[in-house]
């Protein structure tokens, strides 16, 4: 069912991210079967009328952000678990085996928790590296969300320490097949199935030329946790592309760079992981990257690793982690965070055509935050308040595909008090199930 026509009118700002990178003053931007259909000034677009109107005065509008790597499911439940200096190998393996314990019911309830979390602060798309188990008990979540998402199913084909399920070649490609024919353009076609390897080190070159090779045949994609060193490996193996997007990119070298330049596949970085594990966020070879004109998406990883899904606080890190890193302050300015988290970001993913900017014939995936409170004052810059002064929780109203899906504040879809206590409970079950022992922390909890 179509959403109704909609205008939101007269907002202090639109920063469109289309391709001159304007940002209108007074701006009104009119919905009709989904899709936008004017952008402009308020006072040309004073006479098209709308069947419901969004009064958006003192607002700033964006499109709405994409997040290219978030492990959605199970990590709220137990969100928090780790101290500080739980990271790396170890935690992967905590992740895991947590993670392959949990039912059917309680990853229903964690994905909504998500979506809720992601939803509110503006993120419409997202992609699951392959970490959901349980995609059809999802699919109610992100249909009634109006999310759009990239997920797959995770293969490995190799001997690991981590608590995956390995199976044969063959059987990972069958099951790859099988998951991208089922899936592909479910949700109106919102949902984009690929291949999700988990990573070069867990899977065997058949099974990464393989993946490719299905991601080509059904025009769709292939994502993969991505180290340095191994970029060579894939090249070589023919399993880069311009539909491949390779996920963290850690401790790659100019080298490599340039050899996912020249294959045109895509990148996409968690800063806030970096920056909480210690890695050196700014040695990454983001700038470079940009530069040679690769897609380079944000992601929030999860909520047990990052910790946080805000894609205003994840284009803040970006911004921030950099500019640190490598002591120049020139180096990921504010619109290139925004950018990373609209347009470019759809571009790793392959959705450019349909979101990722405010422009006549997208689908209306739209963002209005509030700028009446007093972190967005004075509002002179709206790009640099909306990096360096703002977060999440000033969204005001997200239209999905033209349909409101958060409303002063809160999603229309759920009733998020009442997740999040049903979530909390189930993590504490899935805690005492798996004997799982809650260090909480440092100081004493009496
Ligand atoms: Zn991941």
């Given at each position: 069912m179509l959403a109704p026509s909609l205008k939101i009118e007269g907002a202090r700002y639109a920063i469109t991210v289309d391709a001159r990178r304007r940002v209108i003053e007074d701006a009104s931007v009119v919905v009709d079967g989904g899709r936008i259909t004017h952008v402009g000034q308020a006072e040309e677009l004073r006479d098209v009328a709308a069947e419901r109107t969004i009064d958006a005065t003192g607002g700033v509008l964006t499109p709405a952000f994409?997040?290219?790597?978030?492990?959605?499911?199970?990590a709220h439940a137990v969100r928090g678990l780790f101290p500080d200096d739980f990271v790396g190998r170890d935690r992967l393996r905590e992740v895991f085996r947590l993670q392959s314990a949990m039912t059917e019911e309680e990853e229903y309830w964690t994905s909504l928790l998500a979506v809720i979390e992601l939803t509110r602060s503006g993120t419409l798309t997202f992609v699951d590296p392959g970490s959901t188990r349980y995609l059809d008990a999802c699919l109610q979540v992100y249909a009634e969300a109006g999310c759009r998402v990239v997920?797959?199913?995770?293969?490995?084909?190799?001997?690991?320490?981590?608590a995956l399920?390995?199976?044969?070649?063959?059987?990972?490609?069958?099951?790859?097949d099988g998951f991208i024919r089922a899936y592909d353009r479910r949700l109106q076609g919102r949902l984009r199935a690929w291949a999700m390897p988990f990573s070069?080190?867990?899977?065997?070159?058949?099974?990464?030329?393989?993946c490719k090779r299905l991601a080509d045949t059904h025009g769709t994609g292939m994502t993969i946790h991505h180290n340095g060193g191994s970029t060579r490996m894939l090249e070589e193996v023919g399993?880069?592309?311009?539909?491949?997007?390779?996920?963290?990119?850690?401790?790659?070298?100019?080298?490599?760079?340039?050899?996912?330049?020249?294959?045109?596949?895509s990148v996409v970085m968690c800063p806030s992981t970096s920056l909480k594990e210690g890695s050196g966020l700014g040695k990454r070879k983001l700038p470079e990257l940009l530069a040679r004109g690769v897609a380079v998406a944000l992601g929030a990883d999860s909520a047990n690793s990052s910790n946080y899904l805000d894609a205003v606080r994840m284009m803040n890190a970006a911004a921030l982690g950099f500019k640190d890193g490598r002591l120049d302050v020139h180096v990921v300015p504010a619109e290139q965070a925004v950018e990373m988290a609209t347009l470019i970001g759809a571009r790793a993913l392959g959705l450019e055509s349909d979101t990722g900017s405010i422009e006549v014939g997208k689908s209306a995936d739209l963002v209005l935050f509030e700028t009446r409170r007093a972190e967005w004052r004075a509002l002179l810059d709206p790009v640099n308040n909306l990096i360096y002064s703002a977060d999440g929780r000033s969204v005001r109203t997200v239209v999905a595909g033209g349909r409101v899906v958060v409303d002063e504040g809160r999603v229309v879809f759920?009733?998020?008090?009442?997740?999040?206590?049903?979530?909390?409970?189930?993590?504490?079950?899935?805690?005492?199930?798996?004997?799982?022992?809650?260090?909480s922390g440092r100081w004493p909890v009496e």
């Open positions: 994409v997040n290219g790597h978030m492990h959605i499911s199970y997920t797959g199913t995770t293969v490995i084909d190799l001997d690991s320490d981590l399920p390995r199976c044969p070649t063959a059987e990972a490609l069958a099951r790859t070069s080190d867990t899977a065997s070159s058949d099974l990464l030329r393989g399993a880069l592309g311009s539909n491949v997007l390779l996920a963290h990119a850690a401790g790659i070298e100019d080298s490599e760079v340039e050899a996912i330049a020249r294959t045109g596949a759920a009733d998020e008090a009442a997740v999040a206590d049903r979530v909390q409970e189930l993590g504490e079950g899935l805690l005492a199930r798996t004997r799982t022992r809650v260090n």
